[in-house]
């Protein structure tokens, strides 16, 4: 071990906090930042932590893990480290902590004359409790392994602790904690900044996060057992602990004895006897819990299933509502032409009744003008008698005029009811004979037998339509237009019967539609299909 005198003789606006992963360097920055410290800005042109500088610079320079020696870095990263301290120039006291940047620090002490370090190493026992914390399936290897990379990194840091005291502070993060005031003291006064306030309440607040370190007997007591076998370890901390500016005071450290270690691991069977109590309890009240649960589960199967069921009524219901709203549609449209065709009878009907109206006030004035004459041949009754006659004669054609306008208005109301009883319109149309060929066509169609004989069926068909035309020769039936049920027309043209029957006639009329028949036919299909789509 060393002893090693230091003075500070500059003032540093900036501090740089390096430490080995596992010696708990957020403490120590978190006390920092408490003191007055701003948490360095992230480079303005780069748009990086300060922390990533290290990493670029270890994946251009690769150090290895077996060395820790300090690395020359080439004048083409000074652009980085220029960033972080324009972006940062307006601060009074700014630092970052880093544990990459053990390579690299004789690069930051050329970068700014005003960069101070501060050092944190940990307890060997700490730095166990980590390790053995990381993984239930470390090996001695590993352990080995990882006590050699702890020992390897500190003795770096202690070697450039030596040559820089001037401008760096060795601190132990476990005194840093105990005696946090202490540690502040020391920086503000490495610092040399006068103005650096220190905030109680936040130091009091940090301190009660810092009271979780008390550890088992048993397990620190095995601790130490272990490090026994690592002198190396306990060797390198006793000199750190001999140069340190804030050493671990070793008198405030528990004394595990084997005494503590027994009772310790009595207390520890009497917490896993209650645990498994609780455990048990526990597991019976989970086993309640899934039955719960699994009622609630066949619970919610059945109504998922009720629901299933429901939306497939509903759905149904859709279809049917659907369905008859489409009825409706064309029961109000048919409605809509016969109220148009009734209010054209209506308009005629009022158009005689104002003609009636006006015969009846023509027959009124010639009442009038022969009561007239009648009052003048009451006085010569004898000598008017032959006028009496005409006149009467007269009265008895205007009341025959009278009754044929009655009877013509009688009529167009019989006319206008008759127009309303007629029905039967798609029955017409599929006694026409388009629509007879394509039935027969159908019909013959689903059979090998029918279909060599569909020439003969539909001659049949044609002398079959021929009698019944020559039957209805004196019957002369209404227009189709006229018929309530007219818009039924349509519908039936679209039946594929009446396109197919449609198709064979028109191929007829030309002399080589007996050879175009087949295609028609074809084509008179695809359209219905293509409509039907």
Known sequence: MKTVEYTHKQNYNKTLVVGHALSDQKAVMELLNAGGMSAAKPLQQ?????????HILSQTYNPTAVSKEQLSVDKVWDGLALDLLMSNRDEKWWGWSDSEALPYLNYWKSIDSKLGFIFVYDTPESFMKQILS???????????????????YNEALLKFYYRNMERSLLVNTQQVKLRTTEYLQQVSKQIGLKSTEIDDNAIVTLQETFQDDASDPLFSYLIEDVLK????????????????????????ETQHTPLNALLALQKDKEQYSRLREKFSSTEKANEAYQSQIARLEKKQKELAELEKSKTSENELLLTQLMSVQEELEKYYLASQKSTKELEALQKSLQEKEKENESLVKESASVKQSKAQELESIKKAIAQKAIENEELLIQLMSVQEELEKYYLQNTKLKEKQQEVKRHYGAAERVKQQLSYR???????????????????????????????DMKERAGKKLPPIESYADAYEV??????????LGEAAIKSMKSPFGIFKLPFALKSAYNDFKASRE
């Open 437 to 467: 060929l394509g039935a027969k066509m159908i019909e013959e169609s689903k059979s090998l037998g029918g279909i060599l004989g569909m020439p003969f069926s539909m001659r049949t068909v044609y002398l079959e339509y021929k009698q």
């Open 229 to 252: 076998e690592y002198p190396n370890i306990t060797n390198l901390f006793e000199e750190m602990q001999s140069v340190a500016n804030l050493p671990f005071n070793v008198l405030n």
């Open 490 to 499: 349509p519908r039936i043209k679209k039946h594929l019967s009446y396109r």
């Open 46 to 54: 780069h748009s990086i932590e300060a922390t990533e500088i290290s």
């Open 134 to 152: 990381k993984s239930d399936t470390l090996s001695s290897d590993a352990i080995a392994k990882a006590a050699d990379e702890w020992c390897e």
